[in-house]
């Protein structure tokens, strides 16, 4: 348990139409997390629209040693080996206790 080695993707910007626009396919960091986490399947859904498979989602739950806490935004990304860069859903999520405390992610990847 908590053997995965993960890393956080911050994006980087690009000129949009009046602001600039978040750029995840230029980085501009790619940090690895100084620790190993748990990551496990946490749901699936999958749009058939008609017979034909239009796109898959699917959901992890990153959780964190005790003891261990991220420093993560809902703008970046985490890179998980075997399943790629995975969207962080809402707000991390830190259990506060004197020797159990530890950050707990939701994450989402879409493919299709």
Excluded: K
Excluded at 47 to 68: E, M, N
Aim: proline share 8%; charged share 25%; aromatic share 8%.
């Amino acid at each position: 348990m908590f053997d995965t080695a993960v890393e956080i993707v911050t994006p980087g910007t690009r000129p949009g139409y009046g602001r600039d626009e978040l750029d995840y396919d230029n980085p501009a960091s790619v940090e690895p997390v100084p620790f190993g986490v748990e990551v496990q399947p946490a749901g699936r859904f999958e749009d058939d629209a008609g017979g034909r498979r239009v796109f898959v989602q699917s959901g992890f739950r990153l959780i964190c040693p005790p003891g261990q806490f991220l420093d993560v935004s809902a703008t970046q990304r985490i890179r998980v080996p075997g399943i790629g860069d995975c969207d962080i859903v809402g707000d991390r999520a830190d259990w506060w206790h004197r020797t159990h405390g530890h950050t707990s992610l939701q994450l989402e990847v879409v493919n299709g």
